[in-house]
């Protein structure tokens, strides 16, 4: 949605995997040249780890991407042993019969299938994502696995990528054989502070927008925020530019970097063990940022005892009117509690005794909700108010954003008794 008002060909912190996003710092051209050194020098295993969302899946894509004729490719990505053994994997992996067969049928397979590769020229290579969910005895058979390989020449090539756990495994006792047949290994760190800004940068550039969109002092604050892990760089990003094309605002900056890490945090949607985020700047420039003015003109809170701010929960399809309809209430005092998206299953989780009201974002098509929603509104304690998503939609675009918003706080305020019946 904020893509046009920022100038973007398309999302440029989407969470998924995306090889033409890739930014190749040191620690990743590191370990896309030992990918490629263990595939050119016929590595037996080459083990890439790193901590969750560090990029190593967008590494393997782009390792992918560059794969010639030559190499016969399959991937494991669903490694739990609630998904079958090994075999049956390896199966799937190569597009191989597997119904109905026993392991040792399974086994003969995979054998027969690398040798007529072989005889075609071509090597087998078998790449392993989120391996740290192998157990030792499966680790232990996919060793054995690769003792097909005989003389000079390595028929089956095996790439291990997992979070640090995998070299926990790798390093017990009973896997030394293993260990030993592990030619290229690298752990792949975050991103430091500079490394963060230069991909930022490099991701709103390469989605078409313009460089310097995230000050300075704002990557600063994604790196605090992040400790420079790309997959929290995206998630804190992205919702920073959700918040950005709420307010309007042209350019973002520290202190709106700083107060969406921090909603994300109390929601408990953002990780706590990240870094402190820095604190922002007193002053970003000569005209403060329309936030930092709304901290300094924040309204007397809506109360509903004269004390306590009126507790909201939000629950709504999209995420951009949970995020901006959360701002737009919190000018007005209201206390945002929850933000969800409106299913029953994620409705459940919410905790009802510390919610005032539930406010629920509907379109024209109510049909489309399910039983299991219908059930779960009906027998909601607290009470409910059903806004039109669609005006709150409309006053996105419109200067009189705060006159929406002080209208639905008494709207909200209404249905609380001996609540004030309107909003400073």
Request: glycine content about 6%; overall charge negative; aromatic content about 6%.
């Amino acid at each position: 949605m904020y893509e046009s008002f920022y100038g973007f060909r398309e999302k440029p912190f989407s969470l998924l995997p995306d090889s033409g996003f890739l930014y190749l710092s040191g620690k990743h051209r590191m370990a896309l040249t030992l990918l490629e050194y263990g595939l050119m020098n016929q590595a037996g295993f080459t083990v890439i780890s790193g901590d969750i969302g560090t990029g190593k899946t967008t590494l393997i894509r782009q390792l992918l991407n560059q794969i010639d004729d030559s190499i016969r490719i399959g991937l494991i990505s669903n490694t739990h042993q609630t998904f079958g053994d090994l075999m049956q994997w390896i199966a799937l992996a190569y597009d191989l019969p597997h119904q109905g067969k026993n392991k040792v049928e399974l086994y003969q397979d995979f054998m027969d299938f690398i040798i007529r590769e072989y005889a075609q020229g071509r090597r087998t290579v078998l790449i392993v994502d989120e391996a740290q969910n192998m157990s030792a005895e499966t680790l232990e058979e996919l060793r054995m696995l690769s003792n097909v390989n005989a003389d000079k020449d390595q028929v089956l090539q095996v790439i291990l990528v997992g979070q640090r756990e995998l070299r926990d495994t790798l390093r017990r006792p009973d896997l030394v054989q293993f260990a030993q047949r592990i030619g290229v290994d690298y752990h792949l760190e975050p991103l430091d502070e500079q490394e963060t800004r230069d991909y930022i940068r490099h991701r709103c550039v390469t989605a078409g927008g313009r460089e310097e969109l995230f000050t300075p002092e704002a990557c600063q604050q994604v790196y605090a925020a992040t400790g420079g892990v790309p997959r929290l760089i995206n998630l804190l990003c992205d919702t920073t530019l959700v918040y950005g094309y709420a307010e309007q605002r042209e350019q973002i900056d520290a202190q709106l970097v700083s107060d969406v890490a921090r909603d994300k945090q109390q929601g408990g949607l953002f990780p706590q063990t990240a870094p402190a985020a820095v604190p922002a700047p007193d002053t970003m420039s000569d005209n403060p940022a329309p936030a930092l003015q709304a901290v300094e003109n924040s309204p007397r809170p809506a109360t509903t005892n004269g004390a306590q701010p009126l507790r909201v929960a939000i629950a709504a399809e999209s995420e951009l009117l949970r995020l901006y309809l959360a701002r737009l209430l919190a000018d007005t005092g209201i206390d945002v509690v929850a933000d969800t998206p409106l299913t029953a299953e994620a409705l459940s989780r919410l905790d009802n005794s510390n919610i005032d009201v539930l406010l629920v974002e509907l379109d024209q098509q109510p049909d489309r909700m399910d039983d299991a929603l219908y059930a779960v509104l009906e027998n909601w304690k607290q009470p409910v108010l059903f806004n039109d998503s669609l005006a709150t939609e409309a006053s996105l675009s419109q200067p009189n954003r705060k006159e929406y918003g002080r209208k639905l706080s008494e709207k909200l305020l209404s249905l609380v008794p001996h609540a004030p019946q309107s909003v400073a």
